[in-house]
């Protein structure tokens, strides 16, 4: 257990996405993805009042996952073949297909703390198509970058994401992306 606890974050960085496996419940081994610039996830959901009395007697919540972006240097050819469906053609040309289906995926990531740096799994994802920009070169030279939005939906067990604690045992948080982090559920339906 640490003694030591984060108090602010700041930088991205690790990313790695993870295909969904053929059973729809499990992931593909992670694959790295450098040049992680920024990311940002608003929670989709909302809450539903029930008046009686002549007060709010009652509040439900929905949690309908994250809906965000996602910014980096460059989206690599890989993960346009795995998750958007682009080929390679016989002659190692990037084809892009309307009929192309997208995969689902996990994408995990860390952001640094002046502790430690807390690292996520959003499940249960789906992408868009990045735009193409450019402009031209003038005093200085300037990066662009490529943005996909991204969608992460509950899983059919309701599970939306994980993340580590200051408490996760070290042996999780280093292997943290050799497989997606999947909850243990243990009986009586706690998740552990």
Known sequence: MSNKKNKVKFNIKNVHYALKDDTG????????????????FEAKGELS?????????????????????LEMALIPDQFRIDVLGEEKDSNNVMVENANAQTKEFAIGFDIDGDAKSTRFWFLNCTATRPSTESSTTEDKKEPTTDKISLTCAPNPDGNVRTKTTEDTPQQIYAAWYDEVYLPVITPGGNAS
């Open 49 to 69: 009042p029930f008046y009686a009395d002549g007060i709010v007697y009652y509040v439900t919540s929905s949690n309908g996952g994250y809906e965000g972006e």
């Open 25 to 40: 419940t499990g992931y593909a081994k992670p694959i790295p993805v450098p040049g992680a610039v920024s990311v940002s």
